[in-house]
């Protein structure tokens, strides 16, 4: 059973950079697939941050673009997220998950429990 | 941006009625390769991530009821509940695939409550 496992401060100060890491168990993340992270402010939708395929490459929402570094280790079957220059907007729980191939439409069909990340000084 | 649109952003409904969610994207997600809308479906309950219920906008994901049911095509889409169960208080959520550049967005959601 494939399961994902967020982590990292629940507390980041404006204009710091957040820091998060997924752990996958149950697959190895270099065997296929695209991991993803998506996040939802309190009370709010779903928005996509960006996903990482396992080769490698990297896929943004072009309105976190600027901001954004997504990356893998396969030797720890992990991948983190950073995002730079918070603001109390950023403040949201914060999801990875795995996303399916394209020809499925690349939704995503395991997700971790999520973690509220707070900005605040 | 493609955008997604859902609506009613709220609705209340009876137990053992149908449920009637819509989704409205600002441009095709029907992709003439395949011949594959990527339009998927999402339930979330509170305090839980969200779970696929449909994809490809009308094939149900494994274990998922079969009193939820998903159609349309290009732009607009469908999500139905049958016979509204308790156990299915949620928000419903939409969510789309583009290519170019790849990514994907949600509609705002559905909030499912029992009238």
């Known amino acids: 059973q494939v399961q994902l496992q967020e982590s990292g401060p629940g507390l980041v100060k404006p204009s710091e950079t957040l820091s998060l890491t997924c752990a996958v168990s149950g697959y190895s993340i270099s065997s296929d697939y695209y991991w993803g992270w998506i996040r939802q402010p309190p009370g709010k939708g779903l928005e996509w941050i960006g996903t990482?395929?396992?080769?490698?490459?990297?896929f943004y929402n072009p309105s976190l673009k600027s901001r954004v570094t997504i990356s893998v280790d396969t030797s720890k079957n992990h991948f983190s997220l950073k995002l730079s220059s918070v603001t109390a907007a950023d403040t949201a729980v914060y999801y990875c998950?795995?996303?399916?191939?394209?020809?499925?439409?690349?939704?995503?069909?395991?997700w971790g429990q999520g973690t509220l990340v707070t900005v605040s000084s | 941006d493609i955008v997604m649109t859902q609506s009613p952003d709220s609705l209340a409904v009876s137990l053992g009625e149908r449920a009637t969610i819509n989704c409205k994207s600002s441009?095709?997600?029907?992709?003439?390769?395949?011949?594959?809308?990527?339009l998927t479906w999402y339930q979330q309950k509170p305090g839980q991530p969200p779970k696929v219920l449909i994809y490809w906008a009308s094939t149900r994901e494994s274990g998922v009821p079969d009193r939820f049911s998903g159609s349309g095509s290009g732009t607009d889409f469908t999500l139905t509940i049958s016979s509204l169960q308790a156990e299915d208080v949620a928000v419903y959520y939409c969510?789309?695939?583009?290519?170019?550049?790849?990514?994907?967005?949600f509609g705002q959601g559905t909030k499912l409550e029992i009238k």
């Open positions: 990482i395929y396992h080769t490698g490459s990297t």
């Open positions: 998950a795995r996303e399916t191939g394209v020809v499925y439409g690349r939704f995503a069909d395991y």
């Open positions: 441009q095709s997600v029907l992709y003439s390769s395949n011949n594959k809308n990527y």
């Open positions: 969510q789309q695939y583009y290519s170019t550049p790849p990514g994907y967005t």
